[in-house]
């Protein structure tokens, strides 16, 4: 079946470092791809998200990198700051019909003063 | 804060019962899903509605059932609820296909 994984469930930077955060998809066929932030007691937080028809795209502080030939999504963060620790999801949006975002397991990002 | 609300915030219940969950979405969105997470689980895709109708589900057990109202509203109902039904059940929604789902708080439910 489809699935979105996670390469590190864990991830410690120290704050004004950059974080990568690294995400793999199954499904080919997907065209939509979303990264959330989820902190403590709060529902998933959308950051940014890209259509496959980009390789490349910026928000404020944040990129998502889309390499669809190895079917890798990467969320990169500049400057990392304390209230960046959360757990990061990458999602994929299948196709069939619907909205559904696939989510993948997430990974912890801690920084460190 | 993204504009999607749901009540209650916990809930505490002996297995057995049912619950309803209800939700409301962003003004102006017309699909609302339901994804239920656990530790074991991450993030799952319970259901989704549009305008009132059902569009997709997910990973939804019988014993669990939605709806979405004319006002848009839905209500996810838990019954026959056991031990390992105990997770976050997260609301979103979305104005349109293709378009980001925006996630309330979610409810914390316990079952004894």
């Known amino acids: 079946g489809e699935s979105v994984g996670l390469h590190l469930p864990t991830l410690s930077v120290q704050e004004g470092d950059n974080s990568i955060i690294n995400c793999a998809y199954s499904?080919?066929?997907?065209?939509?791809f979303i990264w959330y932030k989820q902190e403590s007691g709060k529902g998933p937080q959308f950051i940014i998200d890209i259509r496959s028809n980009m390789d490349k795209r910026q928000g404020q502080r944040v990129t998502v990198l889309l390499n669809k030939t190895v079917k890798h999504l990467s969320l990169q963060i500049a400057a990392t700051q304390p209230g960046d620790s959360a757990v990061y999801f990458c999602a994929e949006v299948g196709t069939g019909g619907g909205n559904k975002l696939t989510f993948g397991t997430g990974t912890q990002l801690k920084v460190e003063l | 804060d993204s504009g999607v609300t749901q009540t209650p915030k916990h809930l505490i219940t002996a297995t057995g019962q049912r619950v309803t969950l209800r939700c409301s979405p962003r003004s102006g969105d017309l699909s609302v899903y339901w994804y239920q997470q656990s530790l074991d689980q991450g993030l799952q895709f319970l259901i989704q509605y549009y305008n009132g109708e059902e569009r997709a589900k997910g990973n939804i057990l019988e014993r669990f059932s939605a709806q979405q109202f004319p006002d848009l509203h839905s209500e996810l109902n838990l019954s026959s609820l056991e031990l390992g039904d105990s997770a976050l059940y997260f609301c979103a929604s979305s104005v349109a296909t293709g378009s980001p789902l925006h996630f309330g708080n979610g409810t914390r439910l316990t079952v004894t």
């Open positions: 499904n080919s066929a997907s065209d939509y």
